[in-house]
Each structure stands twice: as C-alpha cells, then as structure tokens.
Antibody
Framework: EVQLVESGGGLVKPGGSLRLSCAAS????????LNWVRQAPGKGLEWVSS????????YYADSVKGRFTISRDNAKNSLYLQMNSLRAEDTAVYYC?????????????WGQGTLVTVSS | DIQMTQSPSTLSASVGDRVTITCRAS??????LAWYQQKPGKAPKLLIY???SLESGVPSRFSGSGSGTEFTLTISSLHPDDFATYYC?????????FGGGTKVEIK
C-alpha cells in the first residue's frame, strides 16, 4: 500500500523557518517524481514544488522561489521542503504528493498533509 | 502561466442527477488534464488523468472529456458519496496549476 506521511508542520513566526518531511513506503521511491502542494484554510489547491526521481529536475512556484528548497533522499525514502523567510500567506496544509510513472504525469497519491501556521 | 477556470464554483444537485463540471485552460494543454475529488479535511483523490482516463478503482459513473482548452467532468448519476469539491489541474507545463474548484452540494 502506498503511504506518504508528512511531518514537521507547526506554528512559526513571520520570517522564521521550518523543514517539512515526507516519509514514503509501499512503492519504489527512487523511481517516482514527487511534489509539494499546499492548501490555505478554506481555499483551493496550490502547487508549490516538484522534484524528479534523481533530483535532476526541480521546479518552484514563483510565490516560493528563493525561499523554499525541495530535496529528497532516495536512500531514506524521504522528501523534504525547507521553508525560509516564511510569510503569513504561507499558512496552509502542505501535502506531499507522488506522480504517476511516465514521461508526462500527474499526482496519483497524496499524503494526509501537515499544517503550517505563520503568525506572530 | 496557464490559468485554469472552472465552472460553476458551486453546484446544487440531488442523488441520481447527471452532473457536469467544466474546466477551461488559458492556452492549449493537449490532453494533460487531471480531475481530483476532495472531501473536507481529507487529501484530494485522483479521478481522471490525461483528460479521459479513469484512475484504477474509481467508479465508472465518473468520466472526463475534452482536449486543447475545454474539458468536462461528468458524473452520470450522483451518489451520496460524491458530494465533495472537484478540482481540475493542468500538467502540460510548469508551473502546474489548478482550477478554483467546484463544490457539489446536496440540493
């Protein structure tokens, strides 16, 4: 069974940092591209960042570029999101999400999400 | 960036109704479109990928169609479990973008 379990969320002050982790199991982690997608309270889904299976290709939304860093450790079956210079508008549930296998693919599995609250 | 526009934003329907949700892309995305269902407090669930391919395990009452810039998600006969919010998403190019969502409510 595919499982994606996020952790690391919490309350942080504006300007602060947080590192999210996503522990994966039930599939060959090193074969899949992964993503972070967020959802502000009561709002829609917003893509944040993607990383290819070997970390060769990395993409960011303009809203987080230069502040967030996505990374993965295929030996540990883990995905990370380092978030710096956090702003109130970064408050959201952050989902770890796996892409389907293939050349042009989209998310097929999501974690349960971890809540990040940026507030003084 | 490719903008995704869903309509309607809210839809009131009854069990057994046929429901259609529309998604428009600001430029052609070929067939690189997915549909997700989300229930309150839960993660989204993939229903349709590549515009019309049904994800494994998803009931056949869900179907998708379209290509280019116009897409639809159809639920042929609404079940009680289908009351949720539905999102379209393009994966033709980065940044990946989602529609604003369509909430399907009980009439």
């Amino acid at each position: 069974e595919v499982q994606l379990v996020e952790s690391g969320g919490g309350l942080v002050k504006p300007g602060g940092s947080l590192r999210l982790s996503c522990a994966a199991s039930g599939f060959t982690f090193s074969s899949y591209s992964l993503n972070w997608v967020r959802q502000a309270p009561g709002k829609g889904l917003e893509w944040v960042s993607s990383i290819s299976s070997s970390s060769s290709y990395i993409y960011y939304a303009d809203s987080v570029k230069g502040r967030f860093t996505i990374s993965r450790d295929n030996a540990k079956n883990s995905l990370y999101l380092q978030m710096n210079s956090l702003r109130a508008e970064d408050t959201a549930v952050y989902y770890c999400a796996r892409n389907r296998l293939g050349t042009v693919t989209t998310v097929d599995y999501w974690g349960q999400g971890t809540l990040v609250t940026v507030s003084s | 960036d490719i903008q995704m526009t869903q309509s309607p934003s809210t839809l009131s329907a009854s069990v057994g109704d046929r429901v259609t949700i529309t998604c428009r892309a600001s430029q052609s995305i070929s067939s690189w479109l997915a549909w997700y269902q989300q229930k309150p407090g839960k993660a989204p669930k993939l229903l349709i990928y590549k515009a019309s391919s049904l994800e494994s395990g998803v009931p056949s009452r869900f179907s998708g169609s379209g290509s280019g810039t116009e897409f639809t998600l159809t639920i042929s006969s609404l079940h009680p479990d289908d009351f949720a919010t539905y999102y379209c998403q393009q994966y033709n190019s980065y940044p990946l973008t989602f529609g604003g969502g369509t909430k399907v409510e009980i009439k």
